[in-house]
């Protein structure tokens, strides 16, 4: 091995690697599916930044799906009021309940629908949209207690989980601007902001 491939050759433990080193297995998959794999996460990345989009879009404009025009936040519908003050159940109801339609909790939901789409849908800013729609998944959840199809598990927790997953997998770097990002001299400064 020739000194320059020693000094250049991504270290064998992912753990022990630099943080600006992205490091792939290199046994049990072949370049080609780790290339798939990529591809896949970016479009699972994109699909859930669309969700998040979506569901501001429908309760900014009631666009007719989740929310009737008239129930339009830009015309002063409550985007949180329809679901936390009528959907909720188990032990946490009267605590969302206390929370629908309040201006605070519609304001920090929309922004978060918003930040956390837009984010997955460019592939920036990863580790904070992970955090935060995993929070509010979670929070959904924790409304709907106990699940209506199984005694624990449905699928906000699943897309979070997926969200962490996608994070760790760096998966805004594939058809996303995670990598022009990621150079950009705010991260750099402040690398939480990957």
Not at 91 to 98: I, L, S, T, V
Not at 165 to 172: R, S
Request: charged share 10%; no cysteine.
């Amino acid at each position: 091995m020739s000194t320059y491939e020693s000094r250049h050759q991504a270290p064998a433990d992912p753990i022990s690697a630099p943080s600006d080193v992205a490091v792939e297995p290199t046994t049990g998959t072949s370049p080609g599916a780790r290339r798939a794999l990529r591809y896949v996460g970016a479009v699972i990345r994109i699909s859930l930044g669309w969700v998040f989009l979506w569901a501001f879009l429908d309760k900014l404009f009631g666009l007719g799906r989740a929310t009737p025009p008239e129930g339009a936040w830009l015309d002063g519908g409550q985007p949180t009021a329809g679901f936390l003050g009528n959907a909720t159940a188990g032990p946490f109801a009267d605590f969302y309940q206390g929370l629908a339609g309040q201006a605070w909790v519609d304001w920090v939901f929309m922004i978060g629908l918003l930040g956390i789409g837009l984010a997955l849908l460019l592939g920036i800013g990863m580790r904070i949209a992970a955090v935060a729609g995993a929070l509010m998944l979670v929070l959904m959840w924790t409304a709907v207690l106990p699940p209506e199809n199984n005694p624990f598990m449905d699928d906000h927790l699943v897309y979070a989980l997926v969200l962490v997953a996608l994070a760790l997998g760096d998966a805004g770097r594939t058809l996303g601007l995670g990598a022009w990002w990621q150079q950009t001299s705010l991260v750099r400064r402040w690398p939480v902001l990957v």
